[in-house]
């Protein structure tokens, strides 16, 4: 059965993810993006998008992974405080943008192909016994 990112434990959900950004970008430009992003999207969870695609599958799972990673942006990008008028349309033009990075690049190498997504168990014992070991 297909892992879901509720099926990890919170410490598990925490360390999951490489942050903002795909896999080839160092690791300080991934840490810069995601501190910035982080500004715009308190909730958006680029953890999950990134659990979404170690699990993998097959091209439908990939634009729905990419899809919610847009509304869980879209929705933070909503609830911006009013008084600052000018972060509203800055942050649904970085959503955007996001997605469109996602949609495009997201399937040279980064979202994993395969006929079966990984089921918890895999997922455990392929990717985060590796984190495990270098933490």
Known sequence: ?????????QEERLRFGNGVGPHWLSDQARQFITQWASWFFED????????GYVVGG???????????FF???WRDALSQPKWQILRL?????IAVLFYLLVRI????????YRDNPLSIQELRAQHLSKK???L
């Open 71 to 73: 509304t869980a942006m």
């Open 89 to 93: 349309p800055l942050a649904m033009m």
């Open 132 to 134: 495990r070991s270098s």
């Open 1 to 9: 059965m297909r892992a879901r990112f509720d099926d990890l434990t």
């Open 58 to 68: 097959d091209r439908w799972d990939r634009a729905r992974c990419d899809w919610l």
């Open 105 to 112: 690049f997201g399937q040279f190498g980064s979202f994993k």
């Open 44 to 51: 958006a969870s680029w953890r999950h998008h990134d659990f």
